[in-house]
């Protein structure tokens, strides 16, 4: 989806928010399969609160993640989080959590985080939970909580000039689960202050710009647990064009158990930032990633013609018919593997329909230029594959650092 670590960012052109929404209630196991390692996910029209707009959600995959009191039983399941592989680390919306978690602190200090999107920003102070996804365990983990009423004034810094998506309403979901290919969310560029990423708060000075040391980042939960811990598969059917709802499987893993081997999947490693190359036309799109948080494909192209600004999807792709187009993924590691995909006309997609629409396999839309982790993400030399991608394929992404049958991550394969 978004966050920081440079794999996401380019997708937060959203049909409606970018996020998920809608809470649960203590108990319950939430979304999960008899595998222990593996749990359901839903693509679908997001929480309550944004399926009933006139916006819902469009190609933005939900789970179920319970959350506890550190080393307790009390607990709450929240649905509609968002999975996420262009980031890491759990991110709970305020109004969707009714449990009182402890703030963590770094000398005296709580630590506090702004997330900033294409679009905007997110705010919200980090508290530690115990994290319980299907049958995986991940103890005493830092969540960001945002909109969270202990700091609810956002600094100047983290504001910007873009929206602030502190609600449900505003952010498309009830949090986001970052399961993408690092440990931390930000990593050695947050450690120094000045990014407008990192802040540490107090009731006398409020809250300031600082550095945090890698240990004190939000985590990938994933490489918590006490096995499966070194990435995640996600598995989606293939849809002929649209549906208004699609069920897959977020399986923890890679070649750890029975039934998360690699197979023949062509394994495509990632550069520092978590890119690879995309060949497409005549152009090398060096700064490309796989990102289950976008909710379609973002790419240069100036020969598609673009939904006009009066239309109901202003910002993505209206070619006069259906593109059948062509691509080459390239990773680090000279492996290649090609991808055919489409491109409707977005508005065709979405006025045509006889229901509301939670997934299209041809959705596209130009990408644009970001900054994140102190880079210039170029929107010229990128292409970012979101959800559409994910249909009829299983997408593996291993974790930094963390040995798989296949080596050492970070890498997607497919």
């Known amino acids: 989806m978004r966050i920081n670590r440079v794999t996401a960012l380019i997708g937060m052109l959203c049909v409606a928010g970018c996020g998920g929404g809608g809470s649960s209630l203590n108990g319950g196991g939430g979304g999960s399969t008899s595998e222990p390692n593996v749990q359901a996910v839903t693509v679908d029209s997001g929480p309550t609160v944004v399926a009933s707009s006139n916006s819902p959600a469009v190609n933005t995959l939900y789970t179920t993640v319970r959350i506890c009191v550190p080393g307790t039983g009390t607990c709450q399941d929240i649905d509609h989080v968002q999975v996420d592989t262009g980031s890491s680390g759990l991110r709970i919306l305020a109004s969707a959590l009714t449990l009182s978690l402890p703030l963590q602190n770094s000398n005296g200090n709580v630590i506090a985080e702004c997330v900033h999107f294409v ?66 969310d930000c990593g050695p560029a947050c450690e120094q202050a000045g990014g407008a990423t990192y ?149 065709t997609l979405f006025t045509n329909a006889t229901s509301r629409i939670a997934a299209a396999v041809s959705l596209a839309a130009p990408s644009t230029s970001v900054s994140a982790d102190g880079s210039t993400f170029n929107g010229t030399a990128t292409f970012d594959w979101g959800l559409p991608f994910y249909f009829s394929r299983n997408v593996y992404t291993a974790i930094e650092n963390q040995n798989t049958s296949a080596g050492m991550g970070p890498y997607f394969a497919f």
């Open 119 to 184: 679009d905007g920003s997110s705010w919200g102070p980090l508290r530690q939970a115990d994290i319980k996804i299907s049958g995986e365990v991940a103890s005493n983990q830092s969540v960001q909580v945002i909109g969270d009423a202990a700091y609810p004034t956002v600094p100047n810094a983290c504001l910007g000039t873009g929206t602030a998506e502190n609600t449900v309403t505003a952010f498309g979901a009830n949090g986001i689960l970052g399961v993408g290919p690092f440990i931390q």
């Open 199 to 347: 802040f540490t708060c107090n009731s006398s000075t409020g809250c300031t710009d600082s550095g945090i040391p890698v240990a004190l980042q939000l985590t990938n939960p994933v490489t918590a647990f006490a096995t499966d811990n070194n990435g995640v598969i996600i598995e989606l059917p293939t849809i002929s064009s649209t549906s208004s709802m699609v069920n897959g499987s977020l399986i923890f893993g890679i070649g750890t158990q029975s039934n998360n081997g690699l197979g023949t999947a062509k394994v495509l490693t990632l550069d520092n930032i978590g890119a690879l190359t995309t060949d497409y036309k005549t152009q090398t799109l060096s700064q490309s990633f796989i990102d289950s948080g976008s909710n379609a494909y973002y790419f240069p192209d100036t020969t598609i013609n673009v939904c006009p600004d009066s239309s109901s999807a202003p910002q993505f792709f209206c070619p006069g018919t259906t593109l059948n187009l062509v691509a080459t993924l390239v990773g680090i590691n000279g492996v290649s593997s090609s991808v055919n995909f489409s491109v409707a006309d977005a508005n």
